[in-house]
T-cell receptor, first 117, second 114 residues
Framework: AQSVTQLDSQVPVFEEAPVELRCNYS??????LFWYVQYPNQGLQLLLK??????LVKGINGFEAEFNKSQTSFHLRKPSVHISDTAEYFC???????????????FGQGTILTVHP | ETGVTQTPRHLVMGMTNKKSLKCEQH?????MYWYKQSAKKPLELMFV???????ENNSVPSRFSPECPNSSHLFLHLHTLQPEDSALYLC?????????????FGSGTRLTVV
């Protein structure tokens, strides 16, 4: 079975500071990895995804994430945040073809990022 | 506009009421999903439909009844709900079940059971 752990439930930062949102996962098979963002009163929007290839993936709004297979991590980073980045961020995992959780996205509990002026 | 439209955006219903949530996508996707998002809990997958057939039912109580009449529409019929069913209900779609592109989500229906 898959599981996703987001290590911080809330992350407060000041505007223009760097930020890292941590995500660890467990799975018995190879996985696809995703980060989603949810703004207040909205659904989830895909930020970026890791499917294969380069372990550093870049997404929208200046975010990037690095897949570390040995540490089973997929941390999200941004070098300089803006007020508009205030939102809840979700890490998610899906088994590659053949896993028991194939086709199902399993989400972490979310991290609320609050950017202060 | 995300490509997945959910109606209504907000719904307040009594425990004896019957109501339905609607989800519509015009992305040409073949798989659709219902998720429940409660405060301080991870998103819970409720139902999965692939090519209009239900392929997953994650031990959801029978007071929730899904319907997928075609690949563009998904409903969640609600009856005799409990206050703990109050949550944000999210619909999502993907090209196919297991597609590596992830899901496209709607904006959700905020349900309050009184």
């Amino acid at each position: 079975a898959q599981s996703v752990t987001q290590l911080d439930s809330q992350v407060p930062v000041f505007e223009e500071a760097p930020v890292e949102l941590r995500c660890n996962y467990s799975s018995s098979v190879s996985v696809y990895l995703f980060w989603y963002v949810q703004y207040p009163n909205q659904g989830l929007q895909l930020l970026l995804k890791y499917l294969s290839g380069s372990t550093l993936v870049k997404g929208i709004n200046g975010f990037e994430a690095e897949f570390n297979k040995s540490q089973t991590s997929f941390h999200l980073r941004k070098p300089s945040v803006h007020i508009s980045d205030t939102a809840e961020y979700f890490c998610a995992v899906s088994d590659r073809f053949g896993g028991t959780s194939y086709g199902k996205l399993t989400f972490g509990q979310g991290t609320i990022l609050t950017v202060h002026p | 506009e995300t490509g997945v439209t959910q109606t209504p955006r907000h719904l307040v219903m009594g425990m004896t009421n019957k109501k339905s949530l609607k989800c519509e996508q015009h992305l040409g996707h073949n798989a659709m999903y219902w998720y429940k998002q409660s405060a301080k809990k991870p998103l819970e997958l409720m139902f999965v439909y692939s090519l209009e057939e239900r392929v997953e039912n994650n031990s959801v109580p029978s007071r929730f009844s899904p319907e997928c009449p075609n690949s563009s529409h998904l409903f969640l019929h609600l009856h005799t709900l409990q206050p703990e069913d109050s949550a944000l209900y999210l619909c999502a779609s993907s090209q196919e079940q297991g597609a590596p592109d992830g899901y496209t989500f709607g904006s959700g229906t905020r349900l309050t059971v009184v």
